[in-house]
T-cell receptor, first 115, second 112 residues
Framework: DQQVKQNSPSLSVQEGRISILNCDYTNSMFDYFLWYKKYPAEGPTFLISISSIKDKNEDGRFTVFLNKSAKHLSLHIVPSQPGDSAVYFCAASARGETSYDKVIFGPGTSLSVIP | DTGVSQDPRHKITKRGQNVTFRCDPISEHNRLYWYRQTLGQGPEFLTYFQNEAQLEKSRLLSDRFSAERPKGSFSTLEIQRTEQGDSAMYLC??????????FGQGTRLTVV
């Protein structure tokens, strides 16, 4: 049972345009969401996060939006750059002293930014 | 450089052999996680520790797998009697409570 879903395995975007990566989750206990970026042969690198008490968090070119009622979040990258080409993982956890404190990852979306 | 160190980076072993991986966490992080990642998949949770206590193990973790975190510092993941299906990237991540997890660069295991 996949608790974090990324239904688009790949995405191609022109340099300078917006990249939108989507993520859906099923577990209502999740209250903290993260995006990670991964290059080949490296471990995932933390990109940005959002708490469930917010609906938007912005960090430079990266913005994450959270729609709790829809159990949906998205990552926007504006403007997209060729160096953004990587696999992006959506992840979720329930913070605090619970058994849900593990971080659950989606299957990833491979983003290609075309120069 | 995230500060999480994994050793070795690559391991090739014959089927049936035992292997052990090590993870050195960021020092102030009390939570340590092991994940496994195969091609085209996201990291799959295996187990995690809070300090030296192993709090949860995934059902993915068969009896051939064991993890330890003595003294709440570094951790080891051992796989006994390796099988070809164990070939994967093994990732270690550490975090403080209520914060993002930082990953090491992983250990790529190939069982031949």
């Amino acid at each position: 049972d996949q608790q974090v879903k990324q239904n688009s395995p790949s995405l191609s975007v022109q340099e300078g345009r917006i990249s939108i990566l989507n993520c859906d989750y099923t577990n209502s206990m999740f209250d903290y969401f993260l995006w990670y970026k991964k290059y080949p042969a490296e471990g995932p690198t933390f990109l940005i996060s959002i708490s469930s008490i917010k609906d938007k968090n912005e960090d430079g070119r990266f913005t994450v939006f959270l729609n709790k009622s829809a159990k949906h979040l998205s990552l926007h990258i504006v403007p997209s750059q060729p160096g953004d080409s990587a696999v992006y993982f959506c992840a979720a956890s329930a913070r605090g002293e619970t058994s849900y404190d593990k971080v659950i990852f989606g299957p990833g979306t491979s983003l290609s930014v075309i120069p | 450089d995230t500060g999480v160190s994994q050793d070795p980076r690559h391991k090739i072993t014959k089927r049936g052999q035992n292997v052990t991986f090590r993870c050195d966490p960021i020092s102030e992080h009390n939570r340590l996680y092991w994940y496994r990642q195969t091609l085209g998949q996201g990291p799959e949770f295996l187990t995690y520790f809070q300090n030296e206590a192993q709090l949860e193990k995934s059902r993915l973790l068969s009896d051939r797998f064991s993890a330890e975190r003595p003294k709440g510092s570094f951790s080891t993941l051992e796989i006994q009697r390796t099988e070809q299906g164990d070939s994967a990237m093994y990732l270690c991540a550490t975090r403080r409570i209520s914060a993002e997890a930082f990953f090491g660069q992983g250990t790529r295991l190939t069982v031949v």
